[in-house]
C-alpha cells in the first residue's frame, strides 16, 4: 500500500509561508517567499489543474524560492499516477548540477490532488482570518482556486 501525501501551507506572514510535505516515510519542511515568482501560488494550483485534464505523461515545473536558495517543484503525470519532486538548489543561479532532490512522492493522481486539495481550502477558509492578501503581499488566487476545484471533483 502507497503512503498518503499530506501537503501543509501555514498561513503567510510578511511575505513568507512554511509548506511542508509528508509521506510517513520522507518529509520536507521549509519557508518560501512571495518574491520573485509573483503569482506562484496561483501558479501551483494551475498546474495541479493541468495534471488533472492532461492524459498519459506530462511535467510541470514551477519555480519557487526561500532566498537564496531556490526550489523546483516538479510535478509528472503518468496515466492515473503521479508524482511530485522538490529539487532545492544553493543559490538563486539555479545551476543544475548542484540541485539536491530533498523530496520525492509517487502514488494516484486523485491522491496527490487530494493532498493539495485539503490544505488549499484551509487557505482558503482562513484567508480573512489571517489577513492573507497583507500577510502574503499578493491577493489570494481566487479564480484559480475555483478552476482547481472543478477540475478535482
Not at 11 to 36: K, L, N, R, V, Y
Not at 121 to 145: A, G, I, V
Request: charged share 30%; with cysteine.
Amino acid at each position: 500500500m502507497r503512503s498518503k501525501l499530506e501537503v501543509s501551507f501555514n498561513s503567510p506572514q510578511c511575505g513568507w509561508m512554511s509548506i511542508g510535505f509528508d509521506d510517513g516515510t520522507a518529509e520536507f519542511h521549509t519557508t518560501t517567499a512571495h518574491a520573485p515568482y509573483k503569482g506562484v501560488l496561483g501558479d501551483l494550483m494551475a498546474i495541479l489543474t493541468e495534471l488533472q485534464k492532461d492524459g498519459g505523461r506530462t511535467e510541470h515545473t514551477l519555480k519557487w524560492n526561500r532566498d537564496p536558495e531556490e526550489y523546483d517543484l516538479r510535478f509528472i503525470r503518468d496515466g492515473e499516477n503521479a508524482s511530485i519532486e522538490i529539487y532545492e538548489y544553493p543559490t538563486a543561479e539555479r545551476i543544475e548540477p548542484e540541485r539536491q532532490l530533498v523530496f520525492s512522492h509517487t502514488n494516484t493522481l486523485d491522491e496527490l490532488t487530494a493532498a493539495f486539495a485539503r490544505t488549499f481550502d484551509q487557505l482558503y477558509e482562513d484567508r480573512d482570518t489571517d489577513d492573507f492578501e497583507f500577510n502574503w503581499h499578493q491577493p489570494f488566487p481566487y479564480e484559480r482556486y475555483e478552476e482547481f476545484k472543478r477540475a478535482a471533483a
